[in-house]
DNA sequence: GCAAAATAAAAAACAATGTTCATAATAAGA
DNA sequence: TCTTATTATGAACATTGTTTTTTATTTTGC
C-alpha cells in the first residue's frame, strides 16, 4: 500500500469531518464546498471523493458525527438529572435545545440531509435517531410506568417530537413568540404533555 | 418598453414558479437548476434573474405560494370543521400533515430555505408564518377562553410546534414508531396536548 | 535485492452550476 | 423618423462535484 503523507484513511476522515464542524461553527453549510475542505486539510478533492464516496458522503459522516455527540449529550444529561432527582425529561429537552443553538447548523445537518441518495441514510444514523426516541420511552416508562407500550411509543413521539418542533422553529425564527423565551415553550409543552397523561407529580409552570 | 416575447412579468414570473413546483411534485430540489427552470420556461437564466433577483430569489418565491396555498387549506379546513362542529385543532393539523404529504418538496422548502440570503426572509413570509400561529391561537382561544394571553400563546406555540416536529419527521422517515400512522401521532398529541391544558369536552384516542 | 504489480494520492479534464456583463433588439418619445 | 431608454439575450466567468488519467510510492513475488 501506498502512502505519500503521514496520515492513515481514519486520520484525514477525522480531519475532513472536523474541518467540516470547524466551519459550519462559523459559516453556513453552502459557503463551504468540497474544495475548500480539501484545501484545509491539506489533501487534493479526489482524495477525499475516495474517502467518503462524495461530498455527500462527507457531509453525512459529520452528521452522524454530531448525532452521535447529541445523544451522548443527552444521556449524560439525563444521568445527572437524576442524580438530583428533577425530571430527566425536561433535563433531555433542554440539552437537545442547548446542543441545538450552540451549534445550530451542525444540529441543522443532521436532519435536513435529505436520504434521497440512491444510498439512503446508513444504517447507524438511523439507529442512533431511533436510540434517541428509545431514550425517552424509558424515561417515560419509568415516570409513568402504568402507560401501555402503544401509549408509551405514541407518548415519546408527540414529546419529542413537539420538542423538536419547538428547536427548530425557533433556530430559524420562525416561531413568532414575542417575550418567550425557548426554554420556556420546551417547559410548557412537556409540562402540559405530561398533565395531559395522567403525571401530577411535578408542579406546571403554568 | 420593449418586449421580444408575449409575456409580462409576472406572466413570466408565475411560469417560472409553476415549472419549480411541477418540478417538485416529482424530483427533489437539488435535481433543479435555474438554467432548466429557465429552458422549460423559456426563457434564458439572466431573465430569471432579472427578475427574481437570483436562484434562491425564484425559490423563496415558490416557498411564499406555497405556505400562502397552506395557509388557506388550514383556514378553509377550520371553517368546514366549524360546520360540522368538530375540533378545529385537529381539523387544521391533519389538514397540515395531509398538505405536507401529498407535496413534501415543496413544504420542505417552506421551512428549510435559510434566512441566511443577506436580504432574509421576506416579510410577506413572516407575516404568513405569524398568521398561522394567531389562526392556531385564535381556536385555542375559542376551546379554552379561560386561558390567559400568555398562556394561548405558549399553548399554541406547544401546540403547532408538536405538529410541525411529528410531520417534519415523519415526512424524512425519522419517526421510528413502527405501526402508528402519523393521523394517530398528532390526534394523540392534540388530544394529550388539549387534556393537559384543562379542556375535557372531547374523548382522548387512547 | 529486484523487478513487477498494486495502490494511493495528485493532477488534469469535464460537465454543470449561478451570476455578471456587454450586446443586440425592441418599444417609446420627440 | 430618429433618438433614447429598456429589455431579453448570449457569451463569458468563476466555482462547483465528479471522473479519469498520471504519477509516485509501497507491497508482493521471485
Known sequence: MARRKEHTHDEIRA???AAVLQHLAVESLDSLSLRKVAQVVGYVPSTLVNLFGSYQGLLLAVAELTLDQLYQCLVSNAQVS??????????MANA???????QPRAFQLIFELKATDEQGLSEHHARLIAQLFALIESCLGELLPELSG???????????????????????????????SIEEAIRHHIAVQLKGLGYHKEALCC
Chains 1, 2 share one sequence.
Open 82 to 91: 437524576q442524580a438530583y432527582d428533577s425530571n430527566p425529561l425536561e433535563a
Open 96 to 102: 437537545y435545545q442547548q446542543f441545538a443553538f450552540e
Open 150 to 180: 402503544e401509549q408509551r411509543l405514541l407518548a415519546s413521539r408527540a414529546l419529542w417530537g413537539g420538542v423538536h418542533g419547538l428547536v427548530c422553529l425557533a433556530l430559524d425564527d420562525k416561531l413568532f413568540a414575542p417575550g418567550i
Open 15 to 17: 480531519m475532513a469531518t
